[in-house]
């Protein structure tokens, strides 16, 4: 087992991995639901008489958000799975 203060500075580098993570995953997700909310503004004549900007920064925004918080999670579960699986069985188990 390792003290405390290693399990303190792998805790802090799995957060680490999954803030990167998830901002690069609400990037991405912030362009590919902004390209669409964009375009059919300008083309759907429904889109452009019922989505102001609030509701398409909130379109936009709800599918970063989702994103960052879905990708953030798993990597850092993932993250502390593996460590878990390593701290467990240090002769089994090669990661």
């Not at 390792?2 to 991995?17: I, N, T």
């Not at 900007?53 to 999670?73: C, E, K, N, R």
């Amino acid at each position: 087992m390792g003290s405390l203060d290693q399990k303190l500075a792998m805790a802090k580098r799995c957060s680490h991995e999954g803030v990167v993570a998830g901002a690069k995953a609400a990037i991405v997700a912030g362009f590919a639901a902004a390209i669409p909310t964009l375009a059919s503004v300008r083309m759907l004549p429904w889109a452009r008489y019922n989505l102001n900007p609030t509701a398409q920064a909130l379109i936009v925004s709800t599918a970063a958000g989702m994103a960052y918080f879905v990708v953030a999670d798993k990597t850092v579960l993932a993250s502390a799975r593996k460590n878990s699986f390593k701290d467990a069985y240090p002769g089994n188990i090669s990661a």
